[in-house]
């Protein structure tokens, strides 16, 4: 066990839906990462937040977005759902930037 | 061509073989090198970090980086059956952004 919380494990939802995934990051790790894991494309990473601010932007779509709130946990917003979002997605903590960084359970979406 | 290149595998062993698993990398830049394992459906999971070259031991498993070449590599020693899973190597630059950029992973299977 990691100490990185997901919620929910499952989401299944139809495509143009809104979903909300939730991450809690390990104690003390200001760091967190968001990344999505498909067959074709492997993990790609997303977005990073350190302690409340956007660091880093990877290939994250448009009708993504995510933030991250006072008590460090992270939510990724995913809108406008298409069939092709459907994936594994993971949240990561560190406790710093250039740190090791540790990956919660996933996430897994369907869009049906 | 793609950052990270790894053999997708399946690698297929048995009981006590001494495992070899490697990736290359085309981006000078990165210095940080991680290997994770990652079970199916699960998380991955961190098992070495190395920076820069050189070489790491930790247990069973040892992590050699040969930046002069752009190659990585993880050993197994004693190969378990509990060591099926995929292997995957991952990678960060110095600079100011901490995102991992993952090979495609190594599906290992050890069989008793």
């Known amino acids: 066990d990691s100490g990185v919380t997901q919620t929910p494990k499952h989401l299944i939802t139809a495509t143009g839906q809104r979903v909300t995934l939730r991450c809690s990051p390990r104690?003390?790790?200001?760091?967190v990462y968001w990344y999505q894991q498909s067959l074709d494309q492997g993990l790609q990473f997303l977005i990073q937040?350190?302690?409340?601010?956007?660091?880093a932007k990877g290939n994250i779509l448009e009708r993504f977005s995510a933030q991250q709130f006072p008590d460090l946990h992270s939510e990724l917003n995913l809108s406008s759902l298409e069939l092709g979002d459907s994936a594994l997605y993971f949240c990561?903590?560190?406790?710093?930037?250039?740190?090791?960084?540790?990956f919660g359970p996933g996430t897994r979406l369907t869009v049906t | 061509q793609k950052e990270v290149e790894q053999d997708p595998g399946p690698l297929s062993v048995p009981e006590g073989a001494i495992v070899s698993l490697n990736c290359t990398y085309s981006?000078?830049?990165?210095?940080?090198f991680m290997w994770y394992r990652q079970y199916s459906r699960k998380g991955p999971e961190l098992l070495m970090y190395?920076?820069?070259?050189g070489n790491k031991e930790d247990g069973r498993f040892t992590a050699q980086v040969d930046k002069s070449s752009k190659y990585i590599s993880l050993f197994i020693r004693d190969s378990q059956p509990s060591d099926s899973a995929t292997y995957l190597c991952?990678?960060?630059?110095?600079?100011?952004?901490?995102?991992?950029?993952f090979g495609t992973g190594t599906r290992l299977q050890v069989f008793p």
């Open positions: 990561a903590s560190s406790v710093a930037e250039k740190a090791r960084q540790y």
């Open positions: 104690s003390g790790d200001l760091s």
């Open positions: 937040y350190y302690n409340g601010e956007e660091r």
């Open positions: 981006n000078s830049a990165f210095q940080y």
């Open positions: 190395t920076y820069s070259s």
């Open positions: 991952a990678m960060s630059a110095l600079g100011d952004t901490d995102k991992l950029i």
